[in-house]
């Protein structure tokens, strides 16, 4: 029957649009599937240009918003790279609007707001703000974000999805972006593996098409079917390639041919070339106007206004309007205004017809038409990148702003790549300098520390005074952090020499560098003039200042010039005032961290709790450009929550911290945090696993590995490591301030059974701390005392260490002197007093989870005729602040999302901290939490 063939070749002829992607549009609806459950997935379309991957994307969009999806789309383009953030200004940007513009975005998301308001620079913080935006947009219901060509995407937004996955395991979160196998850009590249590996990723490689595939597809474009070689020869032509099939038939097409055996012959040669020689040939037809104006469309790439390109190709408004016009018509465009081209591959073709050697010079041609165009100096500097130098000043001072602006917002690889660019232009010779000092600040940042040395060490031989002062401060701080002690001495020598007494910031700063050293005892010979500084002239304007105060009162501390009160009233003075109308400064926030952490030590514990609070925004804020803020914060918090007993609090902020600091390669903080976890242990009293994390703690605080030994056993190890200096009443070191140096080696003597020594190491420590405070290291030094004296002095010194200790924040030290006070007593034969103190010793233990002393007391109790109560650790009560806050936040209706987003903490500490809320008040769930919580809560 004539019509059966016919039929079966209207269903071969009209395929799904899609040929022979069954595997991956199954592979993306299943992706879409878990999407909806809940899950956060990534779908990674990989393949060469041409092979189909933006017609699988476009299905697994139609797909989604069929299925109810919001679909955010963004296409990047060949240029894009060097634009910081520019995939997720394309991304975010309409939703933004949708939601009333940049001015509307609220909370942490409104660090991100620069990004989406025409003319702001982005600052830093956009990091933040956008995991925060898309955690917010991705909370709406199911959404996914649809990314075509995205190895032409910028590294820093890739790296904001990436991390933003990783904290929205559980949201209804999908990302389909679609890939070359090699990206441009080595730091692409990595991020792009990053993602495609995350839990929930899945790399789709749609193949060449199959003979049949080319034969479906050639059936669809002539509306017959093919010959059999006709599709052999399309086939092998194009290599399967969707794209260049398309291309090889389609002058055929138009001429009306027919796919015959002898059409085969009609057909050019392979793939790539044919469609370079088939561009070539179509801009020789057009005409030299055209071709102009096509090739400057090809430099400018898509979506540049007509006007632009007509100025580049140097014609007037008409005569472009019609080449272009012509161009689409021949299917060179698709669209003329702006242009845009049918396919990348298009463009590539356009941009090979460039001749040799002029590609570069269009390329500097198109930076200038975009300056008088008033194009964003990002847009020009991507032009610059690919402009062959020709020693403009002018030049090297656009790459250099647009460097600056690309580190203040926390993107050191562009910077990096512009400032490189800059210095091949050359700069002036005068400029030289400060192109190196941001030179050298990207390349720390993108963990290039040698370059960055070698061009610190330039500008501190070559460059003007405070050019030369800055590198020295970097440098300082470089070579520490590379261990670099012999560097670290010869600069010392240096920086005397350059006698830092200054009121720039760069002076200030070293000065304050040097001053530190020279307290800690690393630096003799210290210049006279160095040290003399009155405490009160120092003015608190600049974070720098505040810095310098607090090192200058370090300084006087150590050498005994400044009594404990009087350190405590400089301490207050430099985070006195800190501005609250604009966002802090780096110096500003490190100068407040680093008196945090002494104002704890200090026992101003509520001083330090209430600074690390208000800094928590600007840390956060910071955290992309100034990583370290963030995990030393993290840290100060960790162990302020641990010393007060906030166990809990302490392990879940911990667990937070980890993941920074692995995200961020921030190794030393990493050990930090092992400090942490062992402390936590020694005072639950688990010494077995306070031993292990004691271990692996920080290398460089001897203090630290020092206990390690001592609670795995090894006291002679924890006396090397401690090395307690001998002391006759003179002066006392930094480290026997800052350390229990002496309580610890009273401890260790005790072990090994050297009572006399042990004894006068207690009094030694008693000594320092009766000079020096604070006053909970008095009590602890009082109670080591008492354990060697005879029961009725051991109760007098008890009683003073209860006494000193009354009022401190660190539960977990009242709670040891309380027992030790009770068990005192009963030694005594104070039998009542013993038993009340004891019981209140054993409920504030077994509040805090301190097991071990639990028992002890217990025992204590029992051995003082009493009857031990155990503390019921349930209800409002037993909640944590954290938890409490969480709780409340829960109960009045919000989001997990909204909770994190507000306290500044990541979506999973928030269900942590939910966790344990559930299971203290005993609830099965947040719609129980507002009944039980408006009857316990005040
Ligand atoms: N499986 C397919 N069946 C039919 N046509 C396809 C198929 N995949 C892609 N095409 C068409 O081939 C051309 C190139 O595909 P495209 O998705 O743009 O490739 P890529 O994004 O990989 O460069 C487009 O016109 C597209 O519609
Ligand atoms: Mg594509």
Known sequence: MAGRPRVVTAVVTQPATMVERVRELAALRACLHDVRDGQARVVVLEGAAGVGKTALLREARDHAEAEGFRVLGARMPHLAATAPHELLRRLFGPEVDRLGGPQALTGAAAFAAPLFTPGATAGSG?????????AAIADAGPLLLAVDDVHWADVDSLRILVDALEDL?????????????MAADPAVEAMLARLATLPGASVVRPGPLTEAGVAAVLCAAFGEDPHPHFTLACAQASGGNVFYLRELVRPLVAAGLSPTAAAAAELAASGPHALAATVRWRLDQLGPLATALAQAAAVLGDDSPLRVVAALAETGGDPAGRAAAALEAASILGRADPVVFPHPLVRAAVERTVPPGQLGRLHARAARVLLDAAASTAKVARHLLRAPPEGSARVAGLLTEEARRSLDSGSPETAQR??????????????????LLALAQADRATGAPARAQEHLVEVMETGPRDLSITAMAELFDLLYELDDQTGVDRLRRRAFEAEPYGISPAEVRLRAEL????????????????????LSSIDIQTGEQRYLLLCVAIHHRATGECPPEEFLGHLRRVVQDLPEGRPLTGWEVTAALESAAFLASAEAMADADEVLERLRPDVARLRRVSPGLQAEWSHRSVLNWLRCGRFEEALVALAEAETFADRHGLTLYQSVANYARGCIALERGDYAGAARHLKS????????????ELVAGRPEQALLLLDPPEGDGGAVTEREIEDEVHLLASHAHQMLGHRDLALREAEHELAVRL????????????????????????????ERAMGECAGTPRLPIRARVQASYGAALRRAGRLREARTELASALDLAERLGMNRLSRRVTADIRAAG?????????GWASLTGSQAAVARLAADGHTNRE?????????KTVETHLAAVYRKLAVPGRDHLRAQISGWAP
Request: with cysteine; proline share 9%; aromatic share 6%.
């Open 126 to 134: 956009v990091d933040y703000g956008c995991q925060w935006l898309l």
């Open 169 to 181: 395991r559980g949201a209804p979160l999908g990302i389909v972006a679609t890939s070359r196998p």
């Open 418 to 435: 512009l400032l490189t660019r800059a210095l091949a232009e050359p700069p002036a010779p005068s400029a030289r300098p400060s192109v």
């Open 515 to 534: 001053l530190l050293d020279v307290a800690a005892g690393r630096a003799d010979q210290a210049p006279e003039r160095l040290t003399r500084i009155d």
């Open 697 to 708: 703690g920080p290398a460089e605080t001897v203090f630290a590995t020092a206990l390690g």
């Open 771 to 798: 000079r020096h405070g604070p006053s909970f290291r008095l009590a602890l030094a009082l109670r080591r005392r008492a354990s060697f004296a005879p029961a009725r002095e051991a109760v007098e010194l008890l």
């Open 866 to 874: 009493g009857r031990p109560r155990r503390t019921r650790v349930t």
């Open 899 to 907: 909770i994190a987003e507000s306290l500044y903490v990541t979506i």
